[in-house]
């Protein structure tokens, strides 16, 4: 069965950083576009960053230049640094696996979910 864990979420002050990571479990999605998206109380789903299999990135512009998605194919694991955080940056952050290995801004593109942490920044 295919599982993808997230860590990392935390509580943190404007301007700090965080990193997330996200565990795949199940299978490897070495040859699979792997995504971040995030969700905010009362707000629909939104994409945050991408990277396809062979490690293009796309980014919301949101988060440009303050976010980078990065992958270890050898560990099955994604990462998405996060920097200069900001308040309208609190949500609940979750990987994706997509089914092709080219990444995209739609959720339907992405087949395998994981449960989401949270991401909490304090003014």
């Known amino acids: 069965q295919v599982h993808l864990v997230e860590s990392g979420g935390d509580l943190v002050q404007v301007g700090g950083s965080l990193r997330l990571s996200c565990a795949a479990s199940g299978r490897s999605f070495a040859t699979n576009a792997m995504g971040w998206f995030r969700q905010a109380p009362g707000k629909e789903r939104e994409f945050v960053a991408g990277?396809?299999?062979?490690?293009?990135?796309l980014y919301a512009d949101s988060v440009k230049g303050r976010f980078t998605i990065s992958r270890d194919n050898g560990k099955d694991e994604v990462y998405l640094q996060m920097n200069t955080l900001r308040p309208e940056d609190t949500a609940v952050y979750y990987c994706?696996?997509?089914?092709?290995?080219?990444?995209?801004?739609?959720?339907?593109?992405?087949?395998?979910w994981g449960q989401g942490t949270q991401v909490t920044v304090s003014s």
């Open positions: 994706a696996a997509s089914g092709t290995a080219e990444a995209g801004f739609a959720s339907y593109e992405y087949l395998y």
């Open positions: 990277i396809t299999a062979s490690s293009w990135t």
